[in-house]
T-cell receptor, first 114, second 113 residues
C-alpha cells in the first residue's frame, strides 16, 4: 500500500530564514504528489502539485517543491519564511490511474520565531 | 475561500447519538470527498461521490454513511457515535472524478461527550 512519511513533526525557523519540509513516499510507481497547508482553524489549501514533467514545481505563497525519483522524495521549500507561514503542512499522494483518494502524511507543524 | 461550504462548523453531541454533516461543493464540481482528521489517525479518506454515485470507499466505518443529492450537495451521516468519533470532518470537491485537484471546505468539528 502506498504511504507518505513526513519525518519532522515540528519545525521552528526564524522569520526570514529558509525552510525545507521533508516528504518521502512509498509506492511502486510515481504517484501524483501534493503539498497542502492548514492554518489554525482552517481547511486545507493546495500549495502545489506534481504530476509529471519538470521536477521543480512552483506553488502559491512563494513555495516550491522538488520531486526526486531516486530518493522517493517531494520536499517543500521556501527561501524566506514570513510569520504568516506558521501552519501545519501536509504532503499527500494519489495513484496516477483513476483513483483520486488522497493519502496524507502525518503533517509537519511549522512555528516561526521573530 | 475555497468555495466549498460545510455546516455546521461545530457540533457537540453525546455518545450513541446520530448526526448529519452537510457539504456544498464548489459551483460546477461533480465530485465530493469526505475526510476525517483526528489526533490518533491523522487525515484519512472516508468516501467519494461523483455525480450522485459512490465512486470510492476508504476507511469508513459501517456506522457512517454518505450520499450525494441531485443538486450535488453531500451529507455524511454518523450514527451510534462513540467518543473516538470526535474529529474534524472535511469535505472536498473537484470538477471531475479523475481530477486530482481537490478543494477543501473549512471542516466540521465534531465533539462526542
Amino acid at each position: 500500500a502506498q504511504s507518505v512519511t513526513q519525518p519532522d513533526i515540528h519545525i521552528t525557523v526564524s522569520e526570514g530564514a529558509s525552510l525545507e519540509l521533508r516528504c518521502n513516499y512509498s509506492y511502486g510507481a510515481t504517484p501524483y504528489l501534493f503539498w497542502y497547508v492548514q492554518s489554525p482553524g482552517q481547511g486545507l489549501q493546495l500549495l502545489l502539485k506534481y504530476f509529471s514533467g519538470d521536477t521543480l514545481v512552483q506553488g502559491i505563497k512563494g513555495f516550491e517543491a522538488e520531486f526526486k525519483r531516486s530518493q522517493s522524495s517531494f520536499n517543500l521549500r521556501k527561501p524566506s519564511v514570513h510569520w504568516s507561514d506558521a501552519a501545519e503542512y501536509f504532503c499527500a499522494v494519489t495513484p496516477n490511474f483513476g483513483n483520486e483518494k488522497l493519502t496524507f502524511g502525518t503533517g509537519t507543524r511549522l512555528t516561526i520565531i521573530p | 475561500d475555497s468555495g466549498v461550504t460545510q455546516t455546521p462548523k461545530h457540533l457537540i453531541t453525546a455518545t450513541g447519538q446520530r448526526v448529519t454533516l452537510r457539504c456544498s461543493p464548489r459551483s460546477g464540481d461533480l465530485s465530493v470527498y469526505w475526510y476525517q482528521q483526528s489526533l490518533d489517525q491523522g487525515l484519512q479518506f472516508l468516501i467519494q461521490y461523483y455525480n450522485g454515485e459512490e465512486r470510492a470507499k476508504g476507511n469508513i466505518l459501517e456506522r457512517f454513511s454518505a450520499q450525494q443529492f441531485p443538486d450535488l450537495h453531500s451529507e455524511l451521516n454518523l450514527s451510534s457515535l462513540e467518543l473516538g468519533d470526535s474529529a474534524l470532518y472535511f469535505c472536498a470537491s473537484s470538477v471531475v472524478a479523475s481530477s486530482y485537484e481537490q478543494y477543501f471546505g473549512p471542516g466540521t468539528r465534531l465533539t462526542v461527550t
